[in-house]
Each structure stands twice: as C-alpha cells, then as structure tokens.
C-alpha cells in the first residue's frame, strides 16, 4: 500500500512518540484507520480515556463528546520544497534552494519536517495546494489571524475562506462548485462540510490558547527555548509578507528557516529518542 510518507506507518511510530501530551493524548494512535492517502487517528472516547487516568478533561469536553469519529488527524510535511508547487515550477528558485539544502525534496519528506495536522475541512489539502503551496510561514500566519478572532461567526467564516476547502477529491482542492451546479454527491458533502467538518475544526483549534501555544505543542512538542520563541515569531513575520507570488524573490530567507527550524526538531527527537532507549 504506497502511502505518502508523512502518513506511512513510520511516520505514525514518530508521531506517537512524539506526540503524549494533551491534547495528542485524546486521539488513539494505537488503532488507526486509512483512507486511499494515508493513515490517521481519531479521538478516543470519553471512557477510554477515563480509564487511561484522563479524569479531568474539562478543557476539552466538547471536542471528546461532539466529535469523536468526526475529528481526524493525520501527518503533513510542513516547510514544502517541491519545484512544481512551492516554487511555482520556477527552476532557478528551485536551483536555488538546492545551492542552500542539500536534497531538499528528501528532507522534506523526513520526520524533522513531519507534524500532526487536522484533516477536517480540507485544513491539510489547502496548505499543500492553492494559495498556501506548502509554504509553510505563509500557512502558519494565516492560523496566527485566526487566533485574533473572537466572535464565533466571523471563526467560521474565516476558516471555510482561509483554512479549509470543501471540494477536495483526491486530496486536492478542486475549484468550488456554486450550490447551483452541484450534484446530489456534492450535496451532501458540502453539508457535512459545513455541519460536522468546520465546527470540529473550530473545536479542535480552540483547545489551544493562541498562535504560540498552537505552534509549540504542535510542531515543538511542547518544548520552548528562546530560540524557539525568536524562530517562531522570524516565520510569522516572514509569512505576513510573502505568498506563493513572491516566494521565488525570497528563497534564501525561506530556506534559512527551515534550516533553524528543522535544526531546532531535530534537538527535541534526539533527546526523546534517548529517553526511549
């Protein structure tokens, strides 16, 4: 079965190891279901994690009783390094990017790139295609204005506009169908979208308290450092400013941060590493 790799098998063995803390530890990774892409889990149920000495589960009661079975994360490559998407098939970008990483596509696809992303809403098809392309600081910034928004209404409208997309057969956004033209298929789809996938999504975001905690817990395993905090707040700002229209004037600074970042992941798994030895 030729999953992709930030969803293999391996990749879930990292994503467990790395991944204990809440609120990982709601979702059952020792049980996980595929689709034709790859694996993911879903949330385990409310008693099982009573069980397992998850009594207090206060901060996330909604999201255990209202979306178990609907809820699903799976693995995700975070800073793309592909030619054809990231670097709009722009072979002296991408020239570029190999002068100043070496292999890039091959450490994209390796576990210092790999992190845990929720798939309801399309969230993990819309980074790596449209707008976003897999640009990594440009996504993240997007996340960090959706922490801004307080009134629920306009949450929702920012994520069915900016984080999610409903048509994405095969894994890749499609161009959105009107409600005229879609079929009774499409339909339904559309209405899950809309009723069970954005409001998990919306969930699932609000258990974090804003961007850095969002950030930390997810691609830093709740570890922090000053060095962290200062490449974090580098790759917001670098995505308040460039898209997939500019990445290709900015390689060297985008692979810059990549470098620190992969550099920075690569500190935590080899110290969880030896702890599991």
């Known amino acids: 079965m030729g999953f992709d790799k930030d969803r293999d098998e391996n990749a879930f063995n990292f994503y467990k190891m790395m991944y204990t803390d809440l609120p990982w530890a709601l979702f059952d990774f020792d049980h996980l279901d595929n689709d034709n892409k790859g694996y993911f889990v879903t949330l385990k149920t409310k008693s099982e994690l009573e069980v397992a000495g998850y009594e207090d589960l206060t901060k996330y009661t909604d999201l255990v009783e209202q979306y178990g079975g609907i809820l699903r994360l799976s693995g995700d490559a975070d800073f793309g390094m592909k030619c054809k998407s990231t670097f709009n098939n722009n072979q002296e970008a991408y020239k570029c990017a190999c002068k100043l990483i070496e292999n890039p596509d091959e450490i994209m696809h390796s576990n210092c790139n790999f992190s845990l992303m929720a798939m309801n809403g399309g969230m993990n098809s819309n980074k790596g295609f449209r707008r976003y392309r897999d640009i ?35 894994g890749r956004p499609k ?24 409001p998990a999504l919306i969930c699932f975001l609000d258990t974090f308290d804003d961007i850095d905690d969002y950030c930390v817990k997810t691609f830093f395993w709740g570890k922090n450092s000053p060095d962290i905090k200062k490449l974090l707040k580098d ?21 810059e941060l990549a470098k620190r970042y992969w550099q920075e992941r690569n500190k935590i798994i080899e110290e969880t590493n030896k702890k599991n030895k």
Do not use: H
């Open 136 to 170: 990594f600081p440009r996504f993240l910034y997007a996340i960090s204005q959706y922490y801004e928004i307080k009134e629920m209404d306009k949450k929702t409208e920012f994520v069915q506009n900016n984080l999610g997309t409903w048509n994405t057969a095969g």
């Open 175 to 198: 161009k959105d169908i009107s409600k005229e033209t879609r079929n009774a298929e499409q339909e339904k789809k559309y209405k899950s979208y809309i009723e069970q996938d954005i």
């Open 235 to 255: 790759i917001k700002k670098f995505g308040a400013k460039v898209d997939y229209t500019s990445i290709n004037q900015n390689v060297n600074e985008y692979c």
